[in-house]
């Protein structure tokens, strides 16, 4: 930005003629305007985390209106909304389209402070160029244009991703997917690499024994091993595992209450895994001994390939049964676990250290007492072998905003390096979601800044910050990945 727009910028600013969403938006130092203008932004976005729907990236999906994109399954603002006294039939109901929109406007005003009210003007602004307010008497209007330019080409769901100049997305994906999009979206190529993350939680869920019976019918129909024992359940698993490295996918993971370090022998497990598909149901030590064994199975799988895995802990889920059982699971009815995760964690890692089959490892907690535990956790493993090679996570769902991405990164900072932090993801099911990224980097880069101008970092190492910068917004996620 040149001297005579900054002025203007001020200028707008004091007679309040800018708009919420500006260029120095989050930045408030000359420091920090200069690394997120000069290097943060320019920078391109690897999405190694998200929940996108497969199909809908291969279709190119066109989007019947801003209630679909922007509503449909997004499980924080269905949150906010019943929070601000919203009837359920304007949520998930069978109300119209602007009906259940016109609600979530007039939820919004509501939800300053909350990092709805950021991302929600944000995502206007970046994707839609809309820059007003969203309240009850700007949402017809916005409403109105958003949905007119959905019907465009240059809305649908590749462009999407292609405008904010996304490299690669790394979808969630069970070990029975048959990933037959992501085999369509390899035939059809637009310019975003979409890889498959192995997501293999369903394999642990012995505690339901019909349920898990049925999954692991569906497990040995796709990988055509008959499924009886402990062996033949890692044989098939083995087998499509191959099949994802086959297709892209270079990294996995696991979604956890904690982590499982219970201590078994190989014989107990394969009797609860027998017992387990003839309808038994299974004690709660046998449930944790299971988890444990196939857990460190899942681990070796990743290291014998280079793979990384991502350990997601501290959910605690499905906790309104009346809603869950109108509406099932990720609904908006999850909550942070209060669990003690040090020793189980170390004693899983320690395991794989032991036998040198600890690949590369992120680690994110949900509970924010834990990060300073997992941080301490991950440098305890790092062997020298490659930068960062185990490290805390972003911060992650309930800690993606403001107060918990600059609590992760104090906590990395103080007990690691931040600067071999592998970065942002959006950890989101919106093709919308990539303004998240520019938040991240947005925050980073103020916290950066914010050191320089109080003296604790010297001016004289701009030019390392701004490659700091530069690597935690793309190049050591690139690098690390190996996409």
Same mark, same amino acid.
């Given at each position: 930005?040149?001297?005579?727009?900054?002025? /203007?910028?001020?200028?707008?600013?004091?007679?309040?003629?800018?708009?919420?969403?500006? $260029?120095?938006?989050?930045?408030?130092?000359?420091?920090?305007?200069?690394?997120?203008?000069?290097?943060?932004?320019?920078?391109?976005?690897?999405?190694?985390?998200?929940?996108?729907?497969? /199909? #809908?990236?291969?279709?190119?999906?066109?989007?019947? $209106?801003?209630?679909?994109?922007?509503?449909?399954?997004?499980?924080?603002?269905?949150?906010?909304?019943?929070?601000?006294?919203?009837?359920?039939?304007?949520?998930?109901?069978?109300?119209?389209?602007?009906?259940?929109?016109e609600k979530w406007a007039e939820t919004v005003p509501y939800t300053m402070r909350n990092p709805?009210?950021?991302?929600?003007?944000?995502?206007?602004?970046?994707?839609?160029?809309?820059?007003?307010?969203?309240?009850?008497?700007?949402?017809?209007?916005?409403?109105?244009?958003?949905?007119?330019?959905?019907?465009?080409?240059?809305?649908?769901?590749?462009?999407?991703?292609?405008?904010?100049?996304? /490299?690669?997305?790394?979808?969630?994906?069970?070990?029975?997917?048959?990933?037959?999009?992501?085999?369509?979206?390899?035939?059809?190529?637009?310019?975003?690499?979409?890889?498959?993350?192995?997501?293999?939680?369903?394999?642990?869920?012995?505690?339901?024994?019909?349920?898990?019976?049925?999954?692991?019918?569906?497990?040995?129909?796709?990988?055509?091993?008959?499924?009886?024992?402990?062996?033949?359940?890692?044989?098939?698993?083995?087998?499509?595992?191959?099949?994802?490295?086959?297709?892209?996918?270079?990294?996995?993971? !696991? &979604?956890?209450?904690?982590?499982?370090?219970?201590?078994?022998?190989?014989?107990?497990?394969?009797?609860?895994?027998?017992?387990?598909?003839?309808?038994?149901?299974?004690?709660?030590?046998?449930?944790?001994?299971?988890?444990?064994?196939?857990?460190?199975?899942?681990?070796?799988? $990743?290291?014998?390939?280079?793979?990384?895995?991502?350990?997601?802990?501290?959910?605690?889920?499905?906790?309104?049964?009346?809603?869950?059982?109108?509406?099932?699971? $990720?609904? &908006?009815?999850?909550?942070?676990?209060?669990?003690?995760?040090?020793?189980?964690g170390h004693k899983f890692l320690n395991k794989l250290a032991l036998e040198n089959k600890l690949?590369?490892?992120?680690?994110?907690?949900?509970?924010?007492?834990?990060?300073?535990?997992?941080?301490? #956790?991950?440098?305890?493993?790092?062997?020298?072998?490659?930068?960062?090679?185990?490290?805390? &996570?972003?911060?992650?769902?309930?800690?993606?905003?403001?107060?918990?991405?600059?609590?992760?990164?104090?906590?990395?900072?103080?007990?690691?390096?931040?600067?071999?932090?592998?970065?942002?993801?959006?950890?989101?099911?919106?093709?919308?979601?990539?303004?998240? !990224?520019?938040?991240?980097?947005?925050?980073?880069?103020?916290?950066?800044?914010?050191?320089?101008?109080?003296?604790?970092?010297?001016?004289?190492?701009?030019?390392?910050?701004?490659?700091?910068?530069?690597?935690?917004?793309?190049?050591?996620?690139?690098?690390?990945?190996?996409?």
């Amino acid at each position: 930005m040149d001297f005579l727009s900054k002025v /203007k910028d001020s200028i707008d600013g004091l007679t309040g003629d800018r708009p919420f969403i500006h $260029d120095d938006f989050m930045l408030t130092n000359d420091y920090a305007r200069e690394l997120y203008h000069e290097s943060a932004k320019k920078m391109p976005i690897i999405d190694y985390h998200c929940h996108l729907v497969p /199909k #809908m990236i291969a279709d190119n999906y066109q989007f019947r $209106d801003l209630t679909e994109v922007w509503l449909g399954g997004d499980h924080y603002k269905w949150r906010a909304m019943r929070g601000n006294g919203v009837p359920e039939e304007f949520i998930t109901g069978p109300r119209g389209s602007y009906e259940k929109f016109e609600k979530w406007a007039e939820t919004v005003p509501y939800t300053m402070r909350n990092p709805l009210y950021h991302w929600t003007h944000l995502e206007l602004a970046r994707v839609f160029d809309v820059y007003d307010l969203l309240n009850p008497q700007t949402a017809r209007a916005i409403y109105d244009e958003c949905t007119a330019k959905l019907q465009t080409e240059e809305y649908r769901g590749q462009e999407l991703m292609k405008r904010f100049n996304v /490299k690669v997305v790394c979808t969630t994906d069970d070990p029975a997917d048959s990933l037959e999009y992501h085999k369509q979206i390899n035939e059809n190529p637009f310019g975003v690499k979409v890889l498959p993350a192995w997501r293999p939680d369903k394999a642990m869920v012995i505690e339901k024994p019909e349920q898990y019976k049925e999954y692991i019918q569906k497990l040995s129909d796709v990988s055509g091993v008959a499924i009886n024992s402990y062996q033949d359940l890692l044989d098939a698993l083995q087998k499509r595992h191959d099949f994802f490295h086959e297709m892209g996918s270079r990294l996995s993971d !696991h &979604g956890l209450e904690t982590f499982y370090a219970e201590d078994f022998e190989l014989e107990e497990i394969d009797k609860i895994f027998r017992n387990t598909l003839a309808g038994k149901q299974p004690t709660w030590e046998e449930v944790l001994k299971f988890r444990s064994a196939i857990l460190l199975d899942f681990a070796r799988m $990743d290291h014998a390939k280079g793979w990384a895995q991502q350990f997601h802990i501290g959910a605690i889920r499905d906790n309104n049964t009346r809603m869950f059982n109108i509406l099932g699971p $990720d609904t &908006g009815y999850d909550a942070i676990h209060d669990v003690q995760c040090a020793a189980a964690g170390h004693k899983f890692l320690n395991k794989l250290a032991l036998e040198n089959k600890l690949t590369k490892t992120i680690l994110y907690n949900l509970n924010p007492k834990d990060n300073e535990v997992l941080a301490t #956790m991950a440098y305890t493993f790092n062997d020298g072998t490659c930068p960062g090679k185990i490290q805390l &996570g972003s911060g992650w769902w309930f800690l993606d905003q403001e107060d918990g991405m600059k609590k992760q990164m104090n906590a990395l900072s103080s007990l690691g390096l931040l600067s071999r932090f592998v970065g942002m993801l959006t950890d989101s099911r919106s093709f919308l979601s990539y303004p998240r !990224h520019e938040y991240f980097r947005r925050i980073l880069c103020n916290l950066i800044g914010e050191d320089i101008q109080n003296g604790k970092l010297p001016k004289s190492e701009m030019a390392f910050l701004h490659q700091m910068v530069q690597d935690i917004s793309y190049n050591n996620a690139d690098r690390y990945f190996n996409f």
